[in-house]
């Protein structure tokens, strides 16, 4: 008697829905973008430039609220994360421009220190 064709076998990654495929829970017809314009956004990181202008000659570590640079980064994402944490708002859709603009600055002032740290790994 002939054996019966089996499926391969699912793996971990099956299990999970692709939302780059049309119809799936992410609707992207309103200008929110896609996954790949997602994905090239978290990849960029604010220029020297950028976050020189908007920190508006604020000390980095002012904003921080630290005495000098930490030694790792691990410390800098911490505090980081705190500061985001601290921010009332800033993750809705419609946050109010005062909690962009403490973003902004925040994001700003970790990425100078961020290139502070590794300029003295260097």
Known sequence: M?????????????????YDKPGWTYDTSNGHGNVHEWSAAWDQKMG???????????????????????????????TYRKLLQAIPGWQALDAPVDAQEKVKKVMAAFSKLEDRIHARKK
């Open 48 to 78: 020297a430039a950028e976050a020189t202008a908007t920190l508006n000659g604020d000390d980095p570590l002012v904003i921080f609220g630290l005495k000098a640079l930490p030694e790792t980064l691990d410390i800098l994402r911490k």
């Open 2 to 18: 002939p054996r019966k064709a089996t499926k391969p076998p699912r793996t971990f990654a099956d299990s999970f829905k692709r």
